[in-house]
Structures are given as C-alpha cells and as structure tokens.
C-alpha cells in the first residue's frame, strides 16, 4: 500500500558525494521515522542514519560528520547527503518508512524500498 522509491545512487571515487532521495507514495497520513540502512556483500543490513518526523536525527558513528540526513514531510521525501565517501560505504542503501499511518485507518505499518546501490572506488 505504500511505495518507497530510492534514487541517487551511482559510482564515485573516494571522497566525493552522492545524494540518495527516497520518496513514499499512497494513501499516506503520516510517517513518524524514516531512514537509510545498507547492505554489503557477505554482511548484514545495518543501519546509516534515521530522522523522527520531528527532524530528530540519528546516525551510525561509522557516517558521523560525512552524512546528512534530512526529509520533506509535506513531501513524505527522506534525503541522504553523503560527502567524503570511502570504498567501506559501498553497499546497497535502502529506505526504510516505519510507523506509517495511511488515512482512515488506525494500524502502523513498515514499508522498505528496493535498494539503490552506492559503489565508491578507491
């Protein structure tokens, strides 16, 4: 019932930026967090950075000070600035909506994007 569709990811070299958007669609009321976690071969899905609906950031300390997240409630729209990004941040980021509450109804729901895959070359 909701869609995330994540866009921005590319191929980079060390230390350059790349921004990730993450847009959800359907009957959406609202959405308390949305965030970004990541996936590299051979290991597990972890968390990147994540935003409250009342813009309350959290990140992992391994992108601390290189990312930014933001979003766009008006627009149910999440954003990842990355800056001097390094070959370990290689993986597969996906968005990731929690507490989603669709109009008329009463029950919270989770929603995860595809996936949009970040390779940074060193």
Request: proline share 2%.
């Amino acid at each position: 019932q909701v869609q995330l569709v994540e866009s921005g990811g590319g191929l980079v070299q060390a230390g350059e930026s790349l921004r990730l958007s993450c847009a959800a669609s359907g009957n959406i009321f609202s959405i308390n967090a949305m965030g970004w976690y990541r996936q590299a071969p051979g290991k597990q899905r972890e968390l990147v950075a994540t935003m409250t609906r009342e813009g309350t950031p959290n990140y992992a300390d391994s992108v601390k000070g290189r990312f930014t997240i933001s979003r766009d409630n008006a627009k149910n729209t999440a954003y990842l600035q990355m800056n001097s990004l390094k070959p370990e941040d290689t993986a597969v980021y996906y968005c990731n909506a929690d507490k989603i509450l669709l109009s008329g109804s009463f029950r919270y729901s989770s929603s995860w994007g595809q996936g949009t895959q970040v390779t940074v070359s060193s």
